[in-house]
DNA sequence: ATGCAAATAGTAATTATTACTGTTTATAGT
DNA sequence: ACTATAAACAGTAATAATTACTATTTGCAT
């Protein structure tokens, strides 16, 4: 199954998103993640914002997690990894420890699915809101 | 750490309610649900359900999954367990492989955060959508 | 340099959900 | 059974996140 060819173009603006994305350790939403990149294009679109955000994470270039509390948040690091998200301040972090891929061999057969990948995300309280 | 006592008081629109999620083995949206109540109470409100549901989602009685589609599902099934969605039919299915609680244990040594649980969801083609 | 489709800014529309308000109703105390 | 009280309600308005639309700008192949 071979991806549509599209002949995706240049702009600004997609490199200045992407590389907001790259150098933060936070896990940004799309309005955040716009009120950074006006401090370098200050009339950029929020819907370019989200526009290129969609396009670079079906294109497999950034990550969207569901943070679970009703916004999309965008990873610069693509490779599939585990969050949390803190019930207290609601950030995300990532979470280091190895993708199960056997897990998802596992439930392609008890269930007859084909499945692409599987994500994990942990709820709780973070080392900083614990210690107040 | 104690819950807040709230003397609750019986509805039939929540009984009606917790009916509807439990008879199902679909993870049923909140207008979905919404739409099955109706034919037993026609002028129950849209507020009325989403109330409940957040109600009876907060005192475990039911299971609140975000479907990582911007829509949240309900689960008659308090127990925690894990779910698949199909990027085809976005139809949402448990999955029936055990909760991996030792994974909580190893994230809070890890990460110094305190882990309350975890949840995790497949993404695939359903059995059903893989035959067409 | 020119043409064309991709990408954009700005705005309007949509969708899911929550908040508000005046009315109804379950239930505890008489 | 009667009454008072606050929980729950229906109906509607408001909010928040996201997507769609449109006329204009711009990257890039010829």
Chains 1, 2 share one sequence.
Do not use: W
Request: with cysteine.
């Amino acid at each position: 199954m071979q991806e549509i060819e599209t002949k995706r173009r240049y702009s600004k603006q997609r490199e200045c998103i992407l590389n907001a994305l790259r150098q933060t350790k936070r896990h940004p939403s799309a309005s955040s993640i716009y009120d950074e990149v006006r401090k370098e294009i200050p009339n950029i679109s929020l819907g370019t914002v989200y526009r290129n955000l969609s396009e670079l994470s079906t294109g497999g270039e950034i990550l969207k997690i569901d943070a679970g509390d009703g916004t999309e948040r965008y990873d610069g690091c693509a490779e599939p990894h585990y969050h949390m998200i803190c019930r207290c301040c609601h950030s995300v972090s990532d979470i280091d420890v190895p993708y199960l891929k056997d897990l998802d061999k596992q439930v392609e057969k008890i269930s007859g699915a084909d499945i692409a990948f599987h994500s994990v995300l942990f709820s709780g309280t973070c080392e900083r809101c614990k210690n107040n």
